[in-house]
């Protein structure tokens, strides 16, 4: 059985980085074809150098590319979030140097070059920041749609509110301009939003099950993920929601997950709702928008996935 190809496309992030350990560690059925980065979270320089990080990390070399894309969003202003995930992006923990090059190609050109390649086998694009280069390669090149299979999002909100402004999502808000984009694609998208990451969390002793895995990956995996708590419990009195990673978790198990057929769109306009997702709910929609999950399975699935690296 053919592997599903997998393009992701984040801005390295706490949780950015456990998706990205989550999906390598499914390596026997997802083959992870490449990796572009967006500013976000932290700057487009730094989060480069964060895939990096994590991908060697997982023992990856450059058989993997790390393509650097997008440095500001297309038209608001560039907001980041080192306030949670500390000035690295990846809460000041200290990993080693990456020694593996970036890839010199630009993360919109890898997507286009790619995803028209992959027409006869359509790739899933897995996108966990702002949807910049994604905006840009489908604006350049709108023929990269039937190189989808579908696009898995972390971004969005409805009934949670936002986590950036009262209305927002900060991945959405970050380039909304972009997420507008995106969501007018026509291709099939799975939309991992608050409404249902806010019901996955990862509890203190969770988290402990994870670095017990023993493993180099398993233990940044944890360490990861304790910072995140404790960025979350200092902020709002609360463990993190396992944002990113459920996107690769719900690849790998759609059945965890509930969700309505919508078509989405994206205040633009400027004022309170700035950057805030509407969707209309509506049996033709494109977009399934997730509001249910099973999270002990969730993390059990993560907790399965992590385990097989070798301690």
């Known amino acids: 059985m053919r592997k599903r190809q997998i393009i992701i496309d984040c801005d390295p992030g706490l949780d950015d980085a456990v998706a990205l350990l989550t999906l390598?560690?499914?390596?026997?059925?997802?083959?992870?074809?490449?990796i572009t980065t967006v500013a976000g979270n932290v700057p487009a320089k730094l989060t480069l150098r964060n895939a990096r990080i994590i991908r060697e990390l997982a023992g990856i070399g450059k058989e993997v590319p790390v393509c650097g894309g997008a440095e500001i969003p297309m038209l608001r202003d560039a907001v980041t979030a080192e306030d949670f995930h500390g000035s690295t992006g990846l809460g000041n923990i200290a990993f080693p140097k990456p020694q593996v090059r970036a890839s010199r190609q630009h993360a919109v050109n890898f997507l286009v070059k790619t995803l028209?390649?992959?027409?006869?086998?359509?790739?899933?694009?897995?996108?966990?920041?702002?949807?910049?280069n994604v905006a840009l390669a489908y604006l350049m090149a709108p023929d990269i749609v039937s190189g989808l299979k579908e696009i898995v999002i972390m971004g969005g909100a409805d009934s949670e509110g936002g986590n950036i402004t009262p209305h927002a999502e900060f991945n959405v808000f970050a380039d909304p301009h972009a997420a507008a984009v995106v969501f007018g694609m026509d291709v099939p998208m799975r939309l991992l939003n608050l409404d249902v990451t806010h019901q996955i969390r990862t509890s203190d002793e969770e988290v402990e099950r994870v670095r017990a895995l023993g493993s180099v990956q398993a233990v940044a995996a944890a360490d990861l993920l304790a910072a995140s708590n404790r960025l979350e419990e200092e902020a709002?009195?609360?463990?993190a929601p396992l944002h990113d990673p459920s996107t690769v978790l719900a690849i790998l198990r759609p059945d965890l997950f509930e969700g309505r057929k919508a078509k989405v769109s994206v205040v633009t306009e400027t004022g309170a709702r700035f950057g805030k997702t509407v969707p209309e709910y509506r049996e033709d929609g494109n977009v399934l928008w997730y509001d249910k999950a099973d999270a002990g399975a969730v993390f059990s699935e993560m907790l399965g996935q992590l385990g097989r690296y070798t301690a």
């Open 24 to 34: 390598f560690a499914a390596s026997d059925t997802l083959e992870t074809v490449g």
């Open 116 to 132: 028209r390649a992959t027409k006869g086998i359509p790739a899933t694009l897995v996108v966990t920041g702002p949807m910049t």
């Open 236 to 239: 709002k009195g609360r463990h």
